[in-house]
């Protein structure tokens, strides 16, 4: 409901509201103290229950509460399904948060480890030669753990959570990471471990994880030697700040940009800053060694370390002295390279653009691509203080990201300047989850090869560290000339436009969830038998349809297309899956599905 409630009007009814407690929005469980009256009793036996005009409001015996769980779920996870829904809608937002905030984690090194082993010993059952398969985790069984998660995972909200915080702290497998899936598990598991807890704990485990090191080349990063033309590398000193901290330029805790007395944007380092820090990152090497090598030592490659294991310091390779970094602090001379570590990023994680600049692109990967300042504002105002003086709390975050007015209340539907578009990763899981997938292996082994080629995305797969797209990305056209950021549509090309609709017929029609390159029953055909009972009225199927994918947004013309295609289906069995696979194809690529409210 809007905030401001004027005159509701339903056939013959006409409703007055009284003495409503919330200043913010009206609906969604915003209703205590709200009186409706009618001016008619008038209603059919059968609609005793579920006609009276406080209906309207609370939305008992309407659809109402399940449209906004199914909203709300699509912001908040991969995607809902008919019983999430449900169960939503007798619950409370806020209740569901809370409850997800306590759920075990799902794990990916231990579910990589444990895919790997069960394809080996399956191949050794097979009878194939022990000399051409291996029991160590690939790059595959990283991203089958990763769809198993994400489609089967009770913790949606944290894996939700954890995708966001990747595409922040990026690291991606196209890289010398990339033959090494127990190391990229790891950081995964990482970011997992803190999504709903502090960024500063988040930002040093992330710091000296071995395949940050290695991505970002602070791993084996030596100190000054001028009689050798050896510097310190800048590479990660420049991108914790640029991309994982302060960004480019002030800010203002609303995320506008400060300026100077001219008017103009004002940098937040400059390359001294940048070569400064860069002293701080120095002497890192490898943690530990697989079994049966040696010992690590400072300057050991990839090959042979443990990459799940954090790096450490090698204090001769660290470089003394002080350090003058951003905002004018100096690290003083005479501490431990650790100390210098721990004091840089409590530097960083305490600048006042920090908390403006990640939680903006927190409520872009959720909820919008272009938040107002008001909406940024409330935010970091928790980032600032969860309510028991503790800064940088993410669970406190992301509850507040998710249950503000502006991405609660109903004025978004029809805000031209709210929403984002479903980058390609979050339109599979949405479909996996909402339709179903039989998988009588019990293991959903999906290697993203068409998706990542097809439509240029795969978690932990970005071609560089700049993520898969830019957050002030503006395509060409209407949203550029309206100043308007839609970061999903820089992967939005002719490739992509062509190759989505391709993709999504074989996920329909084919009823083939994905591709895999393992023998035996590792398929997984899609299950659409959830809308057989529905198939037979057009009208109930497209509502169901609507509810479990476009959130019940569907537009006019999208139901008439829809609609026109499918009134020449004969009714039969045949028939009706023909039906309900041609209504999920309109759907998936209608913009109603791709536009998220």
Not at 370 to 380: E, Q
Request: proline share 5%.
């Amino acid at each position: 409901m809007i905030k401001s409630l004027l005159t509701l009007a339903l056939g013959c009814f006409t409703f007055l509201c009284h003495a409503q407690p919330y200043t913010d929005y009206i609906g969604a469980g915003h209703t205590r103290n709200i009186t409706v009256s009618s001016s008619s009793a008038h209603s059919k036996n059968y609609f005793s229950k579920s006609a009276i005009p406080q209906n309207t409001i609370n939305g008992q015996g309407l659809d109402g509460k399940k449209v906004e769980a199914s909203r709300f779920l699509n912001m908040a996870t991969f995607g809902g399904n008919q019983v999430e829904i449900e169960q939503l809608a007798s619950s409370t937002p806020e209740a569901w948060i809370d409850s997800q905030l306590v759920l075990p984690k799902s794990a990916y090194l231990a579910l990589t480890d444990s895919l790997a082993q069960v394809l080996y010993d399956f191949y050794l059952a097979q009878g194939e030669d022990p000399e051409n398969i291996s029991p160590n985790p690939g790059w595959q069984h990283l991203r089958y753990s990763w769809w198993n998660n994400a489609v089967y995972g009770k913790d949606q909200l944290r894996q939700r959570m954890a995708f966001a915080l990747s595409q922040i702290l990026v690291i991606s497998d196209d890289a010398d990471i990339g033959g090494h899936a127990r190391g990229m598990a790891s950081y995964y598991d990482m970011l997992i471990h803190h999504a709903f807890g502090n960024y500063r704990d988040l930002l040093k485990d992330m710091t000296l994880h071995p395949c940050m090191g290695s991505y970002l080349s602070h791993l084996n990063n030596p100190r000054e030697i001028p009689e050798e033309n050896i510097h310190p590398d800048q590479n990660f000193a420049r991108e914790i700040m640029q991309l994982f901290t302060i960004g480019l330029y002030e800010l203002n805790e609303d995320g506008s940009r400060r300026k100077d007395s001219l008017g103009n944007d004002i940098p937040t380092y400059n390359n001294t800053h940048i070569a400064e820090l860069a002293k701080v990152f120095t002497g890192l090497g490898i943690g530990a060694s697989l079994e049966g090598m040696n010992d690590p030592f400072f300057g050991q490659g990839l090959y042979g370390s443990d990459l799940t294991v954090p790096m450490i310091m090698y204090e001769e390779w660290h470089q003394p002295g002080e350090k003058a970094i951003v905002g004018d602090y100096v690290i003083p001379d005479g501490q431990t390279g650790m100390q210098d570590i721990d004091d840089a990023i409590q530097i960083l994680f305490d600048h006042p653009n920090t908390a403006p600049f990640v939680v903006r692109q927190l409520i872009q990967r959720l909820v919008t691509s272009n938040p107002s300042r008001d909406y940024i504002y409330r935010v970091v105002q928790v980032w600032k203080n969860d309510g028991k003086g503790v800064k940088g709390n993410l669970a406190a975050v992301v509850k507040a990201i998710l249950l503000d007015p502006e991405a609660r209340s109903c004025d978004g539907l029809t805000d031209p300047e709210f929403g984002k578009m479903m980058e390609p990763v979050l339109r599979l899981t949405h479909l996996y989850r909402a339709i179903g997938i039989d998988v009588p292996s019990g293991y959903f082994l999906n290697h993203g090869y068409d998706i990542e080629n097809y439509l240029l995305q795969h978690p932990l797969s970005s071609p560089s560290v700049f993520n898969f797209y830019l957050p002030d990305h503006q395509p060409t056209g209407a949203l550029h000339d309206s100043n308007l950021n839609a970061p999903e549509f820089q992967l939005l090309n002719t490739l992509t436009a062509l190759e989505y609709p391709n993709i999504v017929f074989g996920w329909t029609y084919y009823e083939n969830a994905v591709n895999n390159w393992e023998n035996g029953n590792f398929y997984s055909p899609t299950n659409a038998s959830a809308f057989f009972e529905k198939a037979h009225g057009d009208e109930d199927l497209i509502n169901q349809v609507d509810l479990l994918l476009t959130n019940g947004t569907m537009s006019a013309e999208t139901r008439q297309t829809i609609k026109e295609a499918i009134k020449e289906f004969i009714p039969t069995l045949w028939g009706a899956r023909e039906k309900i696979n041609m209504v999920l194809y309109l759907t998936f690529i209608s913009p109603d599905y791709m536009i998220k409210k």
